[in-house]
């Protein structure tokens, strides 16, 4: 039986109970004038987002904003995204950040879920939802950051500067700890996305989680390009605010200007993703890396490989890279270990104290040390995990079972480690993103000449994926894998473009008609198989 009971993590305090709401007031209140958060140099302090939070709240209540409702946003990272939500949530409204790249179905989808009657948005999304608004009934009206004539839709739209508001008072205070403060959307792998319910106690929690694990002082600063849509970047945010420490954000990544953000931050520490470590290992040498080496002491993040955590430590002064975690966004971070210790390579961290992890077989049973199963886990205390799906109770209770939550990832359990082995197979990750195949088939459905598609990972999803779409088009059809893949651009978010185009006459299935994905991955790239990067045409994100 494999149980996790671990020394506590240094720092833990069981029983703590806790809103964003008060986290930011008791801030706001010790540390006034010390810089809370900046974003692309333009800095604001814990009092600023305390006050302009207040006077928005009472805009957004005025138009009919109250406790349990939704207000979605889709922003670039900016000092108005974190208003939005904290301005929603001292209503005891629950904010839905949705990802950047999402459009059309995708995005209609998340809002019409979520039943939104206000949305707000960046001047340059704005068309997306102009583009659904006979699709989106719930939403009654959009808010937009924008100086410039708005246009005429079905929804009424109206400038962001409008709803800013004047009155920077305190409101009351009308959250508990288990009420939600987030839908945050994670990718489903047999239907649409589901909103994972997210409690306030539960963000505070991951906040502490990453600052006990994390090399900070009080007043230092920790930096990402992690946008802030992503719950990763929602836990190092909420992070540095329980000591009145620092946060600097670059709203877009960019390997060229990296070390340049980082030390126009000062920051000690940093969270980074999947290929960032690997490309700015590789990158060319810069005058400003030299002038910072040593300086940055820490990173972390998924995944780092052993010849990247070499190379930021030799080349870039780096004392600790870390890696050491697992997790997802029903329990954003489960394991880890804490930054003064040391723990083997391959391992995904120790269980934290918020958490229990097994290890189980396909009849719930655990296993022995050293055996690979699923890998579930249930709470230790109370409001540390998504609450279930949204308006989803029969999707929360197929993985909740037995009383333990079950992730559909494999791995085992050595010598109190957790190592990881393998991810539920109809689910990807590609650009750091996490993509459902459902809702990419969905969206290759509506081309008028395909008649079946099979959307999934090619290679040994050990990290980052490339996607294949396996194609049966309808009778007389004419239209080549490449026309197929510039389709797709226009049609789905860049991390969910294909790499790999493949037509047949038929999809392999089992005898009740469903297609055998795993036939399909392990075929792999066929000689019949069209690659997107060999024909020259490149993904990049857009505006």
Not at 261 to 278: K, R, W
């Amino acid at each position: 039986m494999t149980v996790s009971s671990l020394p506590q993590t240094s720092g833990f305090k069981p029983g703590i109970r806790d809103t964003v709401v008060h986290l930011l007031a008791r801030a706001a209140k010790a540390y006034p004038n010390r810089e809370f958060l900046v974003i692309d140099g333009e800095a604001v302090t814990y009092s600023d987002i305390e006050q302009r939070s207040n006077a928005m709240a009472r805009e957004l209540k005025a138009l009919g904003i109250s406790k349990g409702e939704c207000v979605v946003t889709l922003f670039d990272t900016s000092i108005d995204m974190v208003i939005c939500w904290f301005a929603a949530n001292k209503l005891g409204a629950i904010w839905v950040p949705i990802n950047t790249a999402y459009r059309g179905d995708f995005l209609k989808h998340q809002t019409t879920d979520a039943e939104a009657k206000i949305v707000i948005c960046d001047e340059h999304y704005l068309e997306r939802f102009t583009h659904i608004a006979d699709n989106i009934p719930c939403v009654q009206l959009i808010l937009c950051r924008s100086a410039e004539p708005l246009p005429i839709c079905s929804i009424p739209i109206h400038p962001l500067d409008e709803f800013r508001g004047s009155d920077t008072s305190a409101l009351p205070v009308v959250v508990e700890p288990g009420d939600l403060a987030a839908l945050l959307y994670t990718s489903g792998t047999t239907g649409p996305s589901k909103g994972c319910m997210i409690s306030h106690n539960y963000l505070a929690a991951v906040g502490r989680i990453n600052r006990r694990l994390t090399l900070l002082e009080e007043g230092q600063t920790l930096f990402t390009p992690l946008p802030l849509f992503h719950a990763a970047a929602l836990s190092n945010l909420l992070s540095v605010m329980e000591d009145g420490s620092r946060i600097a954000i670059a709203s877009h990544f960019s390997v060229t200007r990296f070390w340049d953000d980082i030390e126009q931050s000062g920051a000690v520490a940093a969270m980074l993703m999947a290929s960032i470590f690997t490309l700015v290992a590789q990158a060319p040498d810069c005058e400003a890396a030299k002038r910072y080496h040593g300086k940055l002491k820490m990173i972390y993040g998924m995944p780092i490989t052993p010849e990247d955590r070499r190379i930021w430590k030799e080349r870039f002064g780096v004392e600790i890279v870390g890696s050491w975690s697992y997790g997802q966004t029903e329990a954003i971070r489960m394991t880890g270990i804490p930054y003064d210790q040391e723990a083997p390579e391959t391992c995904a961290g120790r269980p934290l104290d918020e958490y229990e992890i097994m290890i189980f077989d396909e009849n719930d049973q655990p296993v022995a040390d050293g055996t690979v199963g699923q890998i579930v886990f249930r709470p230790r205390e109370a409001n540390v995990m998504f609450e279930g799906y949204w308006k989803r109770p029969e999707a929360t209770a197929a993985v909740w079972k037995n009383m333990w939550m079950h992730t559909g990832d494999l791995g085992k359990m050595m010598d109190g480690y957790l190592y990881f082995a393998d991810r539920a197979k109809d689910y990807m990750r590609s650009r750091g993103e996490n993509v459902s195949s459902f809702e990419v088939e969905r969206a290759f459905s509506a081309h008028h000449a395909i008649a079946e598609i099979a959307v999934h990972a090619v290679g040994l999803q050990t990290g980052e994926d490339d996607i294949k779409v396996t194609v049966v088009l309808r009778e007389n059809a004419r239209v080549t894998e490449q026309e197929l893949c510039i389709w797709s651009l226009d049609n789905l978010p860049h991390f969910a473009v294909p790499r790999y185009v493949e037509f047949r006459d038929s999809l392999p299935k089992n005898p009740t008609g469903k297609v055998l994905k795993y036939q399909l991955r392990d075929e792999g790239v066929t000689p019949l198989t069209w690659d997107r990067e060999a024909a020259g045409i490149q993904v990049r994100r857009r505006k």
